[in-house]
């Protein structure tokens, strides 16, 4: 089965700046997706960002950018021009289709402090 | 925008109840999925389901069952609720393979 690991329980950083989260993985499989989800406090689960990982150019959303390194099977996210809405349990995620089960890192949790 | 909901947002069960936690998908997604989430351990596959009727277990099936009679309905069923089954469950759902999962709030339950 594959596994995914966040070495980072808890981060901060000073707003405006920028800030990298880590996420390895571990897969035999040559096709497969990876994502980050964010989960504000109390709230709902989003996505932030989806790479593909046949495509070797690295997925970006406006100031969320990602580091795809797939023969060292690491997908770090990188949050640019922090903001104090970006405090979140941040999610490193691993999906091999099919049959589209998705499995999840343990979650880094971000402060961003004003 | 694509809406999952989950029936309960807080439920609390006694030891040995049966109970039942229910989601719903508005946008005809194929794929439906039951997530348990615990600090520290992220989030765990209990059960997903590709198309009606049909399901597969997840990473930690024990103690859980699922129910998938139409394409938009998930259940959830705790045969026997067990205090160590207190936790934050999360619903989702995709559209095909490779698509993202659309969560629904969660339901935190807690069984005494």
């Known amino acids: 089965a594959q596994t995914v690991t966040q070495s980072q329980p808890e981060m901060s950083v000073q707003e405006a700046e920028t800030v990298t989260l880590s996420c390895t993985y571990d897969t035999s499989e040559n096709n497969y997706y990876l994502f980050w989800y964010k989960q504000p406090p109390s709230r709902q689960m989003i996505l932030v960002i989806r790479?593909?990982?046949?495509?070797?150019q690295n997925a970006t959303e406006n100031r969320f950018s990602v580091n795809f390194q797939k023969a060292a099977k690491s997908f770090s996210l990188k949050i640019s021009d922090s903001q104090l809405g970006d405090t979140a349990m941040y999610f490193c995620a691993f999906m091999k289709p099919p049959p589209n089960d998705m499995r999840f890192g343990a979650g880094t949790r971000l402060t961003v402090k004003p | 925008d694509v809406k999952v909901t989950q029936s309960s947002r807080y439920l609390v069960k006694r030891t040995g109840e049966k109970v039942f936690l229910e989601c719903v998908q508005d946008m005809d997604h194929e794929n439906m999925f039951w997530y348990r989430q615990d600090p520290g351990l992220g989030l765990r596959l209990i059960y997903f389901?590709?198309?009606?009727?049909?399901?597969e277990k997840g990473d930690i099936p024990e103690g859980y069952s699922v129910s998938r009679e139409k394409k938009e309905r998930f259940s959830l069923i705790l045969e026997s609720a067990s205090t160590n089954q207190t936790s934050m469950y999360l619903c989702?759902?995709?559209?095909?393979?490779?698509?993202?999962?659309?969560f629904g709030p969660g339901t935190r339950l807690t069984v005494t």
């Open positions: 389901s590709y198309d009606v009727k049909m399901k």
């Open positions: 989702a759902s995709s559209l095909s393979s490779g698509m993202r999962q659309y």
């Open positions: 790479q593909e990982a046949y495509k070797q």
